[in-house]
């Protein structure tokens, strides 16, 4: 006679099971593993579609029309994007869904080969060691007459992790999603340059961003041979929403403007709402940038040259599955410094100056 006590047990470990969040399944082929290892790009197509897409570019909406006062002053000074708005999926349901059962984190984990470190039994399967984290969104719009962002790769705000990995295969990836059409003929995409996370003169472009104060997206002026060569490589996609341009974190890549923003097709194409999603191994190494990450440091004592995995529930795991202890954790959410406090502090500063 089967116990009470042995039955229970079966039903929470079925509910366990079925309730478990998994990213969604994805084949890539050979072909799109070889184009990634050479030139750290591919275009997935239709990424999101359906209910999943919808519901991001109605959060994508919502955030646009509930920018803050700074942020909207800030815009009047400095027209880089529209909207931004960081970690969004700590409060967004329809971009928490695409960070985590999206196909984007199985993509991303077989592109940097963490499916091989596995033995596929469920013991492996739940070793974190070499799990994918998730470790930042945003949320960007950019319309006709922004400036965006000249060839850079994401400065230590937006991609708090130390540099040890350039060129490597887990160096960590980023994962673009257009929630609107983009053209090469009209402009308001992401613009890449193919190869540049192995090519030696991105090393000069990648210093010459990173030892000038503000300069991530000022290559441009900084280095004006590097950006030449950059524009040389620039490849630019025609996309729907949902499709994903997913390139290796250390691929030069740049805002591409409008190509007539004084037309009026450019002007009534509004703003082009894009995701980017930042995917690492959990054994990453985390820098602590003193700015944005405060609070994580604060809650779980992460320090520069940790783990991103010891910063638990703010930098969840996503794949091979998410954790459920972690997903019954609040996080506080990120601070925007784009705030009005901000806008002072700078006009204080310029003053003084």
């Given amino acids: 006679m089967v116990s009470l006590s042995f039955v229970v047990f079966c039903k929470v470990m079925v509910l366990g099971f079925i309730n478990r969040i998994e990213a969604a399944p994805y084949d890539l082929t050979s072909k799109q593993i070889e184009t990634f290892q050479r030139d750290g790009v591919i275009v997935v197509y239709g990424l999101l579609q359906g209910k999943q897409l919808n519901n991001a570019i109605k959060s994508a909406k919502r955030i646009q029309r509930t920018r803050g006062l700074g ?5 009047k000074l400095n027209k880089s994007y529209g909207n931004l708005e960081w970690q969004t999926w700590r409060k967004y349901r329809g971009l928490e869904e695409v960070a985590f059962e999206s196909a984007a984190p199985t993509i991303c984990a077989k592109l940097m080969g963490l499916d091989r470190s596995r033995t596929g ?3 492996n399967r739940s070793n974190p060691r070499r799990a994918l984290r998730l470790l930042k969104d945003a949320v960007l719009g950019y319309r006709a007459g922004d400036l965006g962002c000249g060839w850079h790769v994401d400065d230590k705000v937006f991609w708090p992790c130390e540099d040890r990995n350039i060129g490597k295969r887990d160096a960590g990836i980023n994962v673009w999603i257009t929630l609107s059409p ?7 995409g992401l613009a890449v ?3 540049t996370h192995k090519l030696g ?8 961003i990173s030892t000038s104060f503000g300069g991530t997206c000022k290559l441009q002026d900084l280095a004006p041979e590097c ?3 950059m524009e040389e490589l620039k490849t630019v996609y025609d996309l729907q929403p949902g499709d994903a341009i997913i390139h290796d974190r250390y691929v030069f890549h740049r805002s591409h ?3 007539n923003p004084s037309s009026i097709k450019s002007r009534m194409a509004g703003r082009k709402q894009r995701i980017s999603l930042r995917y690492v191994p959990s054994d990453s190494t985390f820098f602590d940038n003193n700015l944005v990450d405060r609070e994580i440091v604060s809650a779980k004592g992460i320090s520069t040259g940790d783990h991103v995995s010891r910063g638990g529930e703010y930098f969840p795991q996503c794949w091979p599955n998410r954790l459920k202890e972690e997903e019954s954790m609040q996080v506080l959410a990120e601070k925007n410094p784009f705030t009005l406090k901000l806008l002072l502090n700078m006009a204080r500063s310029t003053k003084k100056q």
């Fill in 227 to 229: 950006h030449e060569k």
């Fill in 201 to 208: 003169f991105a090393s000069k472009a990648r210093e010459a």
């Fill in 121 to 123: 039994d469920e013991e």
């Fill in 193 to 195: 340059a193919p190869g």
């Fill in 71 to 75: 942020q909207r002053l800030l815009y």
């Fill in 257 to 259: 403007p409008f190509v």
């Fill in 182 to 188: 983009v053209t090469k003929e009209e402009g308001g």
